[in-house]
DNA sequence: TCAAAAGTGTTCCTTCTACACCCATGT
DNA sequence: ACATGGGTGTAGAAGGAACACTTTTGA
């Protein structure tokens, strides 16, 4: 018996103050985007790739996640998870092969092992919202800390204190303001910041290699 | 082409002031156990098997670390790399197929692969020590204080403060005071704890299903 | 002038850090 | 009595949590 080697994408993204993975609509259950590995390419390229084709757009971010060991349907597959995330915004490419994305919180009938990834894929997410600057990776290019403070609790299902997160925010010193201002609505026009791309994450919990083949 | 599912343990032990690795002395160059997943059993349970089937040994906690595509010689493997830790002492079970254990800051001559992996074990099992409990795996059935601080000094490579230490451990509860005491040398003997294993760590960063199929 | 979101400081409490001496024992 | 590691407290700094009002704008 031989082993089918399965790269499965879990793609996120933000939309107003929903948390979205994306699904392929499939037959009978919608599934994350997936595909075989290939013998000539990094796993980390493969899920890019993966995630490229399904979307149309380039991830801003992806890591591995987990590997399981999948006896399905009289086929031995060995499933690599990986999470990606995406910009909010500019999601929908509607071409019929394309995903569809949903709430987390309200995911239709997922077979057991997308259930199991999407489960961990929360948990490591939620995790690294606290200890590294991943969220930068779901938010358009300029933004305000307004929306900056609602995607935070929208990953986290809570609210957070306002001056306590703007004060935690600029800090950490991988904001830049630009002098542009947001204004819309009937209030006060709100400064636009941007992600300072040196100062990213830490390697933290992050593997040293960084697509090795 | 098909693809190789190649399981890759790095176990790790604590000996007076060093931490070891176990290497299977082999052919050209050592290697970390290793061997490949079967189809009817969850790659964690194989990982399992296989250091044990090494040391003749349980080890404490194994958990898994990455998967990476390695094409090598004409073959192409994919490796699931695990860390495994096992209690100080007793280490020996010289029998000819065992392990040799070396000192991580002297590991010769490793294969790429095994060295990329031993370099991601080091900084997983060091970050971990700071928010887990990991490090009692590695600690004998019951311990002073100071062999504790010793064990997280010899692994961080790095000295501690002992009445910060102390505090820091006991504020934890996970240390449960046995009413014994080590006497030994010509000095005040030592109180005995034991790690209390009903206050494990948390499941931050570990998936969910611990070993579903 | 009103509504709506942007923006801003202080106090308290907890946690981390640095640091030095007495205690119990064996020889 | 002395050498050896075991054991203990405190003060200052830093970081996190709680909390309410003023500002700027469009309608």
């Known amino acids: 018996m031989t082993p089918h080697i ?25 599934a994350f985007p997936g595909g075989p590995a290939r013998p000539d390419e990094p796993l980390d390229s493969t899920a890019r790739h993966l995630v490229r084709a399904a979307t149309d757009r380039d991830e801003q971010y992806s ?26 915004g500019s999601l929908a490419a509607p071409k019929p092969p394309r995903l569809a994305w949903q709430d987390v919180r309200a995911t239709t009938s997922l077979a057991d092992v997308d259930r199991l990834i999407l489960q961990y894929a929360l948990i490591r997410l939620r995790a690294k919202l606290s200890y590294t600057n991943i969220a930068f990776h779901l938010m358009p290019e300029t ?23 703007r004060r ?46």
Chains 1, 2 share one sequence.
Do not use: C
């Open 63 to 88: 890591e591995q996640l987990y590997t399981l060991n999948h006896p399905d349907r009289e086929r031995w597959e060995i499933v690599v998870s990986y999470v990606a995330l995406f910009r909010a």
């Open 168 to 213: 935690r925010m600029t800090a950490s010193r991988i904001l830049v303001q630009t002098n542009e201002l947001r204004r819309e609505g009937n209030h006060r026009p709100a400064a636009l910041y941007r992600f300072a791309p040196d100062r990213d994450e830490p390697a933290y919990l992050t593997p040293p290699w960084v697509n090795a083949s």
């Open 143 to 165: 933004f305000t800390l307004s929306e900056l403070q609602s995607a935070y609790e929208t990953i986290l299902e809570q609210v957070l204190d306002k001056r306590n997160f």
């Open 6 to 30: 399965r790269i499965v994408v879990v793609p996120f993204t933000l939309d107003d103050r929903s948390l979205l993975v994306g699904l392929v609509p499939g037959m009978e259950t919608p």
